[in-house]
């Protein structure tokens, strides 16, 4: 059961433009997100991450949001690069619990 | 730089022999260290989390006996899949238990 889902698997975006990355969930115990970007055959690096208490968190260009009640994140890359072209991964866990991870979703930033 | 690093980074193996993964914290005694499977446009998936000095924790679904779990220090666990079958070529990825910071992840191709 897949409890965190990001349901496009891929983006295209224009340079300079914003990237809006999306991330639903289904466990309202949940209460600490992240997100993750992965380059193939690496490792995920972590790029930012909010805690259920809030809802927002800006670090530079990147931006997450979260809607408790809509169970919904979202990562903004303003502006968006060719280098932030990877893998986005999405990942929430409650506390002392495992995380799980979103599916993934492929960003290009053409430039 | 790197907090958690991996050896090796790429495998190739026969099936039926057995592979070691180890898995280093860098800057941190880690007393819990987790390990993560990654297929093709998959999610990645908690396997088990290791325990510095007593049995690794198994996820549903996951074989304890193929996948031997190994944490004989605070900075290293190792994972060792048994007597692999193609099925088990994935990309395992590990971190450490501030669950920020991943390693680069090991390839491991069965043939």
């Known amino acids: 059961d897949q409890q965190v889902k990001q349901n496009s698997p891929s983006l295209s975006v224009q340079e300079g433009r914003i990237s809006i990355l999306n991330c639903d969930y289904t466990n309202s115990m949940f209460d600490y997100f992240l997100w993750y970007k992965k380059y193939p055959a690496e490792g995920p690096t972590f790029l930012i991450s909010i805690s259920s208490i809030k809802d927002k968190n800006e670090d530079g260009r990147f931006t997450v949001f979260l809607n408790k009640s809509a169970k919904h994140l979202s990562l903004h890359i303003v502006p968006s690069q060719p280098g932030d072209s990877a893998v986005y991964f999405c990942?929430?866990?409650?506390?002392?619990?495992?995380?799980?991870f979103g599916t993934g979703t492929s960003l290009t930033v053409i430039p | 730089g790197a907090v958690v690093s991996q050896h090796p980074s790429w495998v190739i193996c026969k099936s039926g022999t057995s592979v070691k993964i180890e898995c280093r914290s860098l800057d941190f005694q880690a007393t819990t260290m987790f390990w993560y499977r990654q297929f093709p446009k998959q999610s990645l998936m908690l396997m088990a989390t290791s325990n510095e000095g007593s049995k690794a924790t198994y996820e549903q679904g996951v074989e304890k006996d193929k996948f031997l779990i190994n944490h004989a220090s605070l900075t290293l666990s190792t994972l060792t899949v048994t007597s692999a079958h193609p099925e088990d070529s994935s990309f395992y990825i590990c971190s450490d238990e501030r669950d920020l910071y991943f390693g680069p992840g090991t390839r491991l191709t069965v043939l």
């Open positions: 990942a929430a866990r409650f506390t002392g619990n495992q995380f799980y």
